[in-house]
């Protein structure tokens, strides 16, 4: 497949984040023509604000950005066992600009966290919160990488073999998935 465009939003913004890393080693399994880290430092959601101000210019160049994608990576830790803060605020403000970003657009889902569960719950909470989107959630392999902070080498390349097996299945599933909306 030529011109394949993916996105990835990251639940973390610490730059050396496990999350991010992943992200960054799925987009490079994924091997898009182009990969582009949405920056989702929004302003807290406040339907007061959006009605006094209107959409932010960063949250419409997301969703805008989520539109044009052919794929969208997700990838979020557990914080207190749910998505973060910085992810769920993105998908409230998203969720609020016109037309559709989300719909039919192919999804993976992929989480990374100190745990032995390497995220389970937090994965599950965004799926619910993705669902009225009505993405095409790619089903599996379920990517939920445990005791991340050693997983990955000094290059930030993930060295866990049975992770790579993983994440390298999922982001096929994901390439499939966008093969069949192109078709």
Known sequence: MSDMKL???CGSLRAESSNRKLMFEAARLFAPDAFTELDLRF???DEDSQNADGIPAAVQQAADQIAGADAV???????????SGVL??????ISRTEGTPWQDKPVALLSAAAGRAGGERAQNMARLCLTPFRPRLVA???MMLAQSRSQFGDDGRLIDARGQGLL???MEELRTEVGRMRD
């Open 7 to 9: 996105v990835g939003l």
């Open 43 to 45: 302003p807290l959601f």
């Open 73 to 83: 990576l997700v990838v979020t830790p557990e914080y207190n066992k749910g998505i």
């Open 88 to 93: 769920k605020n993105a998908l409230d403000w």
């Open 140 to 142: 599996g392999p379920e």
């Open 168 to 170: 390298q299945s999922l």
